[in-house]
């Protein structure tokens, strides 16, 4: 936002009319970028039921609500594995025919790859798509879900990933606001995750992966789920939670938070963060 706020404060000085395009941006409350793991260690049914939580998740009530009370967004949904592409483009959702339409295109899009899971690029990928979106919100937030660690620019058991943390860093520096998570743990039986879970005995705890690598910004924060099933009710919570400014003084300090009393959650966590 303060890089577009920049560009529009040269244009008005200098009347460039390279420019104009900033100053016809899209006023909006939130910019909000979805960047959607689609790699190879999600199976059909795995990519649908992501698929239909983002989708379901601007049919709902509540994100509706927040989406009309901060003012409208733009958003954007990137599907992303070893390579990274827009699903569906930046949209303009400030009403429910909006949020309904946005929920339509996500349906309609197809899967575009399903490599392996180069978060880093994902995360470049990304944070490049803000300043020439048309769009300028008060916030730039983006959010991506994803059931592993980065394997491409990391070892995939690596707790620690410099590159990617140097791409989180470039985002926020670049202009980005927030970067939020979403993680889904193994599909294996609990009795056999082994990988990228909560439990002590896994290789990979997502939260701590996030922490470190990951998420970044004031008021970012990060969730867990155990599985794919759990994600389109947790996706909701998410994006409420996304669009709606946390009151001064009724947040918890930063830490891990037992989600009690959502029983969809089965295993679930959030941890917010402030920098």
């Given at each position: 936002m303060k890089f577009k706020s920049m560009l529009a404060t040269g244009v008005i000085a200098a009347a460039a009319g390279g420019f104009a395009s900033s100053v016809h941006a899209v006023p909006v409350g939130s910019e909000l970028l979805l960047l959607a793991d689609v790699s190879g260690s999600l199976n059909a049914t795995d990519f649908a039921l992501q698929r239909d939580g983002y989708a379901n998740a601007f049919r709902d009530d509540a994100v509706i609500s927040a989406i009309e009370a901060a003012g409208g967004i733009a958003v954007a949904l990137v599907y992303w594995s070893d390579s990274s592409s827009i699903a569906v483009n930046w949209t303009h959702v400030f009403d429910a025919a909006t949020s309904f339409a946005f929920a339509s295109a996500v349906e309609s899009a197809p899967r575009t790859s399903s490599g392996g899971t180069a978060m880093t690029s994902a995360l470049n990928f990304g944070a490049g798509l803000f300043a020439t979106n048309g769009y300028d919100g008060r916030l730039q937030i983006i959010d991506i879900s994803g059931d592993g660690s980065e394997g491409n620019a990391c070892s995939?058991?690596?707790?620690?990933?410099?590159?990617?943390?140097?791409?989180?860093?470039?985002?926020?520096?670049?202009?980005?606001?927030?970067?939020?998570?979403?993680?889904?743990?193994?599909?294996?039986?609990?009795?056999?995750?082994?990988?990228?879970?909560?439990?002590?005995?896994?290789?990979?705890?997502?939260?701590?992966?996030?922490?470190?690598?990951?998420?970044?910004?004031?008021?970012?924060f990060q969730m867990v789920v155990s599985n794919f099933d759990d994600f389109s009710e947790a996706i909701k919570l998410k994006l409420v939670r996304e669009l709606t400014p946390p009151p001064p003084n009724g947040v918890p300090e930063p830490g891990m938070l037992a989600l009690l009393g959502l029983g969809f959650f089965g295993l679930g966590a959030l941890r917010r963060r402030m920098r």
């Open positions: 995939f058991n690596a707790a620690v990933c410099a590159p990617l943390q140097g791409a989180r860093d470039a985002a926020l520096a670049g202009g980005v606001d927030r970067i939020n998570a979403i993680w889904i743990e193994d599909e294996a039986q609990p009795s056999s995750r082994n990988f990228f879970c909560l439990d002590p005995a896994c290789i990979i705890n997502p939260l701590a992966y996030g922490e470190t690598n990951v998420i970044g910004g004031t008021d970012s």
